[in-house]
């Protein structure tokens, strides 16, 4: 099974400014990474896929990057609304699918 | 517009049953894998089962293997999890998920309690 590794745990940011959230995987997982931004008492939205290729909708200050264990998701300019927690998940060799525990996106 | 809609949620006891369900909307159902992925309170999320689209191949998390059964109504456009001999640690939300990722459902709270 691969093991998701996200950090920090909480990352602490002004509003206004780049957030960078790290994912890393315990082997290669090639670029079949996604991230995900779950708020309170909603189900987690797919942000990006392919590590780097944002979903439809997604603006553009989300940014992905990386490949083999070691992801990045840039967040530029966070705005309000992008306060929430972040998962990673590999989707090269599964099954499992495996998410990492999270990262919680905090108003400094 | 693409619709997922989990139902069957609750408290049971330990060692009880219980059935969710998922109706699909909004696209051709038939044609798209569908996951099980659930997340315990205050928790991260846990992938729990896989179905293709036309129910031939099936996967199962470890921690719910020989307890938990996937299925699918294609006629029906529903996805099912069977669930059974359940335990305290299997207390979360259950999210119907289309492959891909893209589209979740609103989950269901499933309790496991005495």
């Known amino acids: 099974e691969i093991v998701m590794t996200q950090s920090p745990a909480t990352l602490s940011v002004s509003p206004g400014e780049r957030g960078t959230l790290s994912c890393r995987a315990s082997?290669?997982?090639?670029?079949?990474l996604a991230w995900y931004q779950q708020k309170p008492g909603q189900a987690p939205r797919l942000l990006i896929y392919g590590a780097s290729t944002r979903a439809t909708g997604i603006p553009a200050r989300f940014s992905g990057s990386g490949s083999g264990t070691e992801f990045t998701l840039t967040i530029s300019s966070l705005q309000s609304e992008d306060f929430a927690v972040y998962f990673c998940?590999?989707?090269?060799?599964?099954?499992?699918?495996?998410f990492g525990q999270g990262t919680r996106l905090e108003i400094k | 517009e693409v619709q997922l809609v989990e139902s069957g949620g609750g408290l049971v006891q330990p060692g009880g049953s219980l059935r969710l369900s998922c109706a699909a909307s909004g696209f051709s159902f038939n044609s798209y894998s569908m996951n099980w992925v659930r997340q315990a309170p205050g928790k991260g999320l846990e992938w729990v089962s896989y179905?293709?689209?036309?129910?031939?191949?099936?996967y199962y998390a470890d921690s719910v293997k020989g307890r938990f059964t996937i299925s699918r109504d294609n006629a029906k456009n529903s996805l099912y999890l069977q669930m059974n001999s359940l335990r305290a640690e299997d207390t979360a939300v259950y999210y119907c998920v289309r492959a891909e990722g893209v589209y979740w459902g609103q989950g269901t709270l499933v309790t496991v309690s005495s």
């Open positions: 179905i293709s689209s036309s129910g031939s191949t099936i």
């Open positions: 998940q590999q989707y090269n060799n599964w099954p499992p699918i495996t």
């Open positions: 082997q290669s997982v090639s670029n079949n």
